[in-house]
């Protein structure tokens, strides 16, 4: 068999692997869907398992198949750029600095201001609906906050 044939059978045979796993994690799950409701919610028709496909299980996969694939895409940049077959994050040093960085960052204590910032921007968030802050604001005085 030439070889662009065979580039072409393989290419077909991995897009009708990667179409059919994509299939098979919108149907299994701890409620199985069947395949006909799988088709029928992902064509937009009302069904018993529409809101479980489009809102859960098709986030998931595509965004498990967008990080794969780009992780994929990059191990093979990072291949051709080295023109190493065997190079990994681990010949840069990539990983390790990742490490240092997150291991900095928690003893700095960005998770903490992270979640501490959006807690308080939804304090003030639910201060500004508030009828008060609003009244506050008309009569020219400062609001205070809850």
């Known amino acids: ?12 045979s991995l897009s009708l692997l ?11 799950g701890s409620y199985q869907v069947a395949p006909a409701e799988v088709f029928a919610a992902l ?6 398992a529409g809101d479980i496909v489009l809102q859960l299980r098709l986030p998931r996969a595509l965004a498990g198949f967008a990080c794969g694939g780009l992780l ?7 291949q ?8 990994d994050p ?9 490490g240092v960085g997150a291991m900095f960052a928690i003893l700095i204590g960005l998770p903490t201001l992270g979640i501490d ?7 003030w ?3 500004f609906w508030s009828s008060g802050w609003r009244m506050a604001m008309a009569a020219g005085h400062k609001p205070v906050c809850c």
């Open 125 to 127: 968030a639910r201060c």
């Open 1 to 12: 068999m030439p070889n662009r044939q065979r580039a072409i059978l393989i290419l077909v």
């Open 18 to 28: 990667a179409v059919a796993s994509f299939g098979l994690a919108l149907m299994v």
């Open 90 to 98: 681990y010949v840069l040093g990539i990983s390790g600095g990742a």
């Open 117 to 123: 910032g959006l807690a308080l921007r939804a304090r």
């Open 72 to 78: 994929a895409l990059a191990g093979a940049l990072m």
């Open 80 to 87: 051709v750029l080295l023109r190493n077959p065997l190079a």
């Open 43 to 48: 064509l937009g028709q009302e069904g018993g």
